[in-house]
Each structure stands twice: as C-alpha cells, then as structure tokens.
C-alpha cells in the first residue's frame, strides 16, 4: 500500500489515548459475517446477511475517528490489530488536531485513537504497510514534504516513533508530490515506492533502504534504486501534450528471492487536460546488488473492450485494476471501466518465470515505452495487449474491484468488490493446469447502513489471518459523513456454508438463499480474453430493490443478496445446485420458490430432492420475478441433509432468487 508520509504520534507525550475501565470492550461472539461500529451506527442489519449468512453485530466503546475525518486507507499489523487512517471531511471542520489513526484490537473488542506529530494538523495519512511487528505510515506533511514513520506495539500499547523521515531526497527530479503506494520486501529493510505524476511530468518508482531507528529513536532512508517514467506521447492526439503516468499500486511476488524482488505496478494514465486514460499494469524486478529496476513486462493492457448497447464490443479498451500475487507467484489482476468492473485475469507463472515475463508480454529491446499501443477501430491507448491465460468470469456481475488479498492459510484468492461485495476463489494446480473453484459472495449490507444524504461508500481490504478477511467501509473523498465500520469475514463458510437452520413453528417459512450453495464448481472452455474462460456452476448475479413488490430483492430479509443464473443472462440451463439444510424436529414442509422465467421459456421445471423425496414444479413463462408456491409437500427428518435444485434435461431457464420451507 502506498503511505503519504507523516509521523504518527500519540496523544501528550506520543502514547495512545489510554483505555479507561469503562470503556473496555464486551465479548463478541463473530459470526460468518461480523460488523463493528459505533453505538446507534448499525442502522437495520439483522442478524443476517442480504445474501443470507449470519451476521453479528458488535457495538465497540469509543469506536470511531474524531469528528471532521473520514477513514480512508486500512491495513492489518502482525497481532491482528486492525489500523485505520483518517482524512479531513472537506465538509467538516475537525474538532481537534490530526493526523489521526483509530487501532482495533478483535480481540478485546476495544479501538484507540493515535494523533500523529510531524505534519500539519489537516494532513491525512495516506497509506499503511505491515513492517515486521510494526506497522509503516507514509504521510504528507505540508511544508516539511512527504515523512516516513512507524507505529509500534508496546506493553501500553501502540506507539508512533517520535520523529519520522523526511523523504524529499527521494522525492523525484520535477518535485515532491505525496507519493502513492509503499510495498515492504520480505526479509529485507528496502522498501518500494510508487511516486505519481505531478503536474505535467510523469511519476517513478523509487527504492528506499530503511535504517535504525538509532538511540535517539531516528529513523534513516537512503535512496538505493530509482525508475523514471519517460515522456509518453499520446496516442490519441499526437499533437497533444504527452500523457502523465503514475505509479498508484505496488504488489510484491512471495516467491521472488528478498536480493531480487519482483513486483507488479499499477499505472494510474492521463491525458494532458485531465481526463483519464485506460489504466495499464507493468511488472518489474530490483536487483538489490546492483542497485537497479528492471523491466519484466511491457506497460499491458488486458485487450479486450467494454461491450456497447448492443452487447457487442465498443472501441472502449477495459483497463487494469487492482493486482495480488498468489503465494504460487501467480499474477491476478481485476478489469475496470470507471466504476464497473470486467472479468478477474490469472497470469501463472511459466516454466519458473515472472507472471509477465512470457512472448506477448515481455518487452522489446530497444522499443521506447511510448511505442507499445492498443488499437480497436479509431480508438488507440498506451500499453500493449497482453491476453491472460485465464479469466473469472463471475468477477463480471460486481462492480469494480476494491481490492484483492491472499488467504496465507489456504492461498485463497479473497475478492472485495464496489459495494460490499466478498467472494473466494481458490486455485488449484499451475502453469496452463489449474483448475479453480468459487465460493459464495457475501453482500455485506453497506445500503442497510445508515447514509447521510449526497454520500457514497467506498470499501479497503485491511487483510486476511485466521481464517477471516477484514475490511473497512467509509465513504468517498467527496461524500459527507464521519463514521466508518469494520467488517470481518469468515472465509471457510464461503466455500463450505453451514446449514440453514429450518423452524419447528408451524406456519413459519425459512428461506434459503439461492447464493448460499455448496455447489463451488467450475467448467472451463477457451475464450476470446483469455486463453481459457472460467464459468461458475452455481453463476450469481447482483439483485435489486428498487421495485421490492415484484423484482427478486422481495424476500425475508432486507437489502439486495444476489440470484442464480447463466453467464449469458438466461436462467440457470443446466447442472445440480446443492444446499445444506438442519431440521429440528421431523415433520411436514411445503416449498416455495422466488423465481424468474423470460416469457419464451414455456418448458422449464424445477426439481426438489431431499432425504428420499424429490418434487418437480412446473415454472411458466413469467416473464418478471414472482413467488411460486408448490402445493406437493416434502416429510424431513430431524438432522441435517443435501437439498438438490436442479432443472431437469432440457428443462432449464429458470433464475432463482431463492426457495422457502414452510413448517406445516
């Protein structure tokens, strides 16, 4: 992540605000899905997710940023504690001086407020790094330029170092802007910095070596390796000023060896008058010994296009989003399209070489950066078509990618989208042999929340441990609001949901959520953006509420959820779809079903299987969303059993949004 540097100091003499008896934190009890906040901030979630996990709900003491800042950028340090960096609310005058950074500790359920020293008092952190049992904080800090410092853990809990580093000595030739991302090497004291443009120059990739801190507490940075964006003309209008690249993301390959560290960038692109150009990603490596960046790849763009009205392909290229390197040195790279997002590309590695490093992809010697082009009818961008060997085709139905993050327990690849969208992918095998399986996605509930008016939420992954991915939501620079929650997510339920608890109270109806499926499968068949395509068994798309009374968002339980379907937008066409239900006590149950039809479909059928018995409803052309009882009845024995939902041979074509079990 990349950090603005600042130096972080407490309270007073630089010590966290201290927890008073009072304030200590109740125990929590997580569920699958688990929402920390502030007294009177967890507006009308239940105690279930839209998408149908259980959801708990934990009020925190003092939780929560001083008024007038906004988190905005989150990470997680060694002892689980969960760090979340404030910005000023433009809208908002602060209460109090700043910079600010709140500290969550899971847990004891108790969160502290560190102010940072070093930096004008309207500064904001801008990132946050892991750095062994410490955690890094770049800031900005006005007049001093952009700082360097850590927060540690002591017995009294956490502590900024007293003074931080300046860094203008590493800031670029044409000035000293924030800089963008730091990304720390693995057994190692270098870090890598990803400075952006500023002004009409382009930005650079810079690699620091970390010293001390000494016996006063001082820290040192010398700069040992730096890469200059050169002028990039535009393609678009050659006769225009060149474009501004910055370096906004760095993301480091586990498997690189710490003297020779590989690296993806993300490359942030604009034209001269602002507007924004399809963002591309480039891999480099740095050889610590020779003090020297390398090229491993062209600056590349995935190659495919945004589909127009009429669904065919526009001449708007798809760009390069967020990136994350599996622990197999495997690149996974999301699409974008302003606010929405594409399909989720895998470059493996290949006969032991970096992700990009491969013919199509590699740079050619002596080809000036500015020569590698894209074109698609009288459209051209900067970056080179690099088609993935793979691609995630369920990444398609969420909004763009917020980020993306490695489970170090199961290498599973952990998706945050626009939203509050989670869902796991996880790999199997290499090279152009894996196969892949997809869990369920989690609406978190963000729009149950509650939203000032004019505001917009925006998403950070802080990490993963534990088995449990952990994010922050807020809102958008531009939005007004101060609260913020922390979200937890128990990624073993995506893959292996628990069973769906059924009532024993006649008349009472339980429903079961078409998403929450043990059905994780995937097919694969060779596509056009990518070598081979990657399709989901159990296929889901987001649902909605804007019409509650007959669109599939009419359930049980607030908030959008999502539905089963076909990639291609019909209903699901084929292939089982499994549930894990728990009944109480034997008895009687009647099935209901919230489905979808297109009004050609006149030959769709549902089948019911459970515990011996298997029911067939007939689905008529519907043509919109409706609530289809069926009148045959199922007899359930107490104890846990397999539901199967599948569309009989040629039967196919119904969505399903979800199914009931009314106790008799």
Same mark, same amino acid.
């Given at each position: 992540m990349?950090?603005?540097?600042?130096?972080?100091?407490g309270?007073?003499p630089g010590?966290?605000?201290p927890?008073?008896?009072?304030?200590?934190?109740?125990?929590?009890?997580?569920?699958?899905?688990?929402?920390?906040g502030r007294?009177?901030?967890l507006?009308a979630?239940?105690?279930?997710?839209p998408?149908?996990?259980?959801?708990?709900?934990?009020v925190?003491?003092?939780?929560?940023?001083p008024p007038?800042?906004?988190a905005?950028?989150?990470?997680?340090?060694?002892?689980?504690?969960?760090?979340?960096?404030g910005?000023?609310d433009?809208?908002?005058p602060?209460?109090?001086?700043?910079?600010v950074?709140?500290?969550?500790?899971?847990?004891?359920?108790e969160h502290?407020?560190?102010t940072?020293?070093?930096?004008?008092?309207?500064s904001?952190?801008i990132?946050?790094?892991?750095?062994?049992?410490?955690?890094?904080?770049?800031?900005?800090?006005?007049?001093?330029?952009?700082?360097?410092?850590?927060?540690?853990?002591?017995?009294?809990?956490w502590r900024?170092?007293?003074?931080?580093?300046?860094?203008?000595?590493?800031?670029p030739?044409?000035?000293?802007?924030?800089?963008?991302?730091?990304?720390?090497?693995?057994?190692?004291?270098?870090?890598?910095?990803?400075?952006?443009?500023?002004?009409?120059?382009?930005?650079?990739?810079?690699?620091?070596?970390?010293a001390?801190?000494?016996?006063?507490?001082?820290?040192?940075?010398?700069?040992?390796?730096?890469?200059?964006?050169p002028?990039?003309?535009?393609?678009?209008?050659?006769?225009?000023?060149?474009?501004?690249?910055?370096?906004?993301?760095?993301?480091?390959?586990?498997t690189?060896?710490?003297?020779?560290?590989?690296?993806?960038?993300?490359?942030?692109?604009?034209r001269?008058?602002g507007?924004?150009?399809?963002?591309v990603?480039?891999?480099?490596?740095?050889?610590?010994?020779?003090r020297?960046i390398?090229?491993?790849s062209?600056?590349?763009?995935?190659g495919?296009?945004?589909?127009?009205?009429?669904?065919?392909?526009?001449?708007?290229?798809?760009?390069?989003?967020?990136?994350?390197?599996d622990?197999?040195?495997?690149?996974?790279?999301?699409?974008?399209?302003? #606010?929405? /997002?594409?399909?989720?590309? %895998?470059? @493996?590695r290949l006969?032991g &070489?970096a992700?990009?490093? +491969?013919? $199509?992809c *590699?740079?050619v010697?002596?080809?000036p950066?500015g020569?590698?082009?894209?074109?698609?009818?009288?459209?051209?961008?900067?970056g080179r078509?690099?088609?993935?060997?793979?691609?995630i085709?369920q990444?398609?139905e969420?909004?763009?990618?917020?980020?993306?993050?490695?489970?170090?327990?199961?290498?599973d690849?952990?998706?945050?989208? #626009?939203? /509050?969208?989670?869902?796991? %992918?996880? @790999?199997?095998?290499?090279? &152009?042999?894996?196969?892949? +399986?997809? $869990?369920? *996605?989690?609406?978190?509930?963000?729009?149950l929340?509650p939203?000032?008016?004019?505001a917009?939420?925006?998403?950070w992954?802080?990490?993963?441990?534990?088995?449990?991915?952990?994010?922050?939501?807020?809102?958008?620079?531009?939005?007004?609001g101060?609260?913020?929650w922390?979200?937890?997510?128990?990624?073993?339920?995506?893959?292996?949901?628990?069973?769906?608890?059924?009532?024993?109270? @006649?008349?009472?109806?339980?429903?079961?959520?078409?998403e929450?499926?043990?059905?994780?499968?995937?097919?694969?068949?060779?596509?056009l953006?990518?070598?081979?395509?990657?399709?989901?068994?159990?296929?889901?798309?987001?649902?909605?509420?804007?019409?509650?009374s007959?669109?599939?968002?009419?359930?049980?339980?607030p908030g959008?959820?999502?539905?089963?379907?076909?990639?291609?937008g019909y209903?699901?066409?084929?292939?089982?779809?499994?549930y894990?239900i728990?009944v109480?006590?034997a008895?009687?149950?009647?099935?209901?079903?919230r489905?979808?039809?297109?009004?050609?479909?006149t030959?769709a059928?549902?089948?019911?299987?459970?515990?011996?018995?298997?029911?067939?409803?007939?689905?008529?052309?519907?043509g919109?969303?409706t609530?289809?009882?069926?009148?045959?009845?199922?007899?359930?024995?107490a104890g846990?059993h397999?539901?199967?939902?599948?569309?009989?041979?040629?039967?196919g074509g119904?969505a399903?949004?979800?199914?009931?079990?009314?106790?008799l």
């Amino acid at each position: 992540m990349a950090l603005p540097v600042l130096v972080l100091a407490g309270v007073g003499p630089g010590a966290a605000r201290p927890t008073r008896p009072a304030d200590r934190g109740l125990r929590v009890v997580p569920d699958t899905v688990t929402v920390y906040g502030r007294i009177g901030s967890l507006g009308a979630l239940g105690d279930r997710s839209p998408s149908g996990q259980g959801l708990a709900r934990a009020v925190v003491p003092g939780f929560g940023l001083p008024p007038g800042w906004q988190a905005h950028v989150a990470t997680m340090a060694a002892d689980g504690s969960v760090l979340v960096a404030g910005r000023p609310d433009a809208r908002s005058p602060a209460a109090g001086p700043g910079p600010v950074v709140g500290v969550f500790d899971p847990a004891t359920n108790e969160h502290t407020t560190l102010t940072l020293v070093g930096a004008d008092e309207r500064s904001a952190v801008i990132d946050l790094e892991p750095l062994g049992d410490a955690v890094a904080v770049l800031y900005g800090s006005g007049r001093r330029g952009p700082l360097l410092g850590r927060l540690t853990r002591t017995a009294g809990g956490w502590r900024p170092d007293p003074s931080p580093v300046p860094l203008r000595s590493a800031c670029p030739a044409h000035g000293c802007p924030a800089a963008g991302d730091l990304a720390v090497v693995p057994g190692s004291r270098d870090l890598i910095v990803a400075w952006p443009a500023d002004g009409g120059t382009s930005g650079s990739i810079v690699v620091l070596r970390l010293a001390g801190p000494d016996a006063a507490g001082r820290l040192a940075v010398a700069v040992r390796a730096r890469y200059p964006y050169p002028r990039i003309p535009d393609p678009s209008a050659p006769r225009a000023d060149p474009l501004r690249v910055s370096p906004i993301e760095v993301d480091l390959d586990p498997t690189a060896p710490a003297g020779r560290p590989r690296f993806a960038i993300g490359l942030d692109v604009r034209r001269a008058d602002g507007q924004p150009a399809p963002r591309v990603v480039q891999e480099f490596s740095y050889d610590a010994r020779r003090r020297t960046i390398e090229p491993l790849s062209a600056p590349l763009l995935p190659g495919d296009r945004v589909a127009g009205p009429d669904r065919r392909p526009s001449d708007t290229f798809f760009a390069f989003g967020s990136t994350v390197y599996d622990r197999h040195g495997n690149l996974w790279v999301g699409r974008t399209n302003g #606010l929405h /997002g594409g399909r989720l590309a %895998v470059y @493996p590695r290949l006969a032991g &070489r970096a992700a990009l490093a +491969r013919p $199509g992809c *590699a740079p050619v010697a002596g080809r000036p950066l500015g020569e590698y082009v894209s074109r698609a009818g009288r459209r051209v961008a900067w970056g080179r078509t690099c088609r993935p060997d793979y691609d995630i085709l369920q990444a398609t139905e969420h909004f763009g990618l917020e980020g993306l993050a490695i489970d170090p327990a199961t290498g599973d690849v952990v998706i945050l989208a #626009l939203g /509050g969208v989670v869902q796991v %992918v996880r @790999p199997f095998g290499s090279g &152009r042999a894996m196969r892949f +399986r997809i $869990g369920n *996605a989690v609406d978190l509930g963000l729009k149950l929340l509650p939203l000032p008016p004019g505001a917009v939420r925006r998403e950070w992954l802080a990490g993963v441990t534990a088995g449990r991915a952990w994010m922050v939501s807020s809102y958008f620079e531009w939005s007004p609001g101060t609260d913020h929650w922390i979200y937890s997510v128990r990624l073993g339920d995506l893959m292996d949901p628990p069973p769906v608890a059924l009532s024993d109270t @006649p008349g009472r109806t339980v429903t079961v959520q078409a998403e929450q499926t043990l059905t994780t499968g995937t097919s694969q068949r060779p596509g056009l953006s990518a070598r081979s395509v990657v399709d989901s068994d159990a296929y889901v798309a987001w649902c909605s509420t804007w019409i509650s009374s007959n669109d599939c968002g009419h359930d049980t339980l607030p908030g959008d959820g999502l539905f089963v379907r076909d990639d291609t937008g019909y209903g699901h066409l084929g292939g089982d779809l499994t549930y894990r239900i728990r009944v109480p006590i034997a008895g009687r149950y009647r099935l209901a079903y919230r489905i979808a039809t297109f009004p050609n479909m006149t030959h769709a059928r549902i089948e019911f299987e459970a515990a011996g018995q298997t029911v067939t409803t007939a689905v008529p052309p519907l043509g919109k969303w409706t609530t289809l009882h069926e009148p045959a009845t199922v007899d359930l024995p107490a104890g846990v059993h397999l539901v199967r939902l599948a569309p009989p041979a040629g039967d196919g074509g119904w969505a399903l949004n979800w199914f009931g079990l009314e106790r008799l």
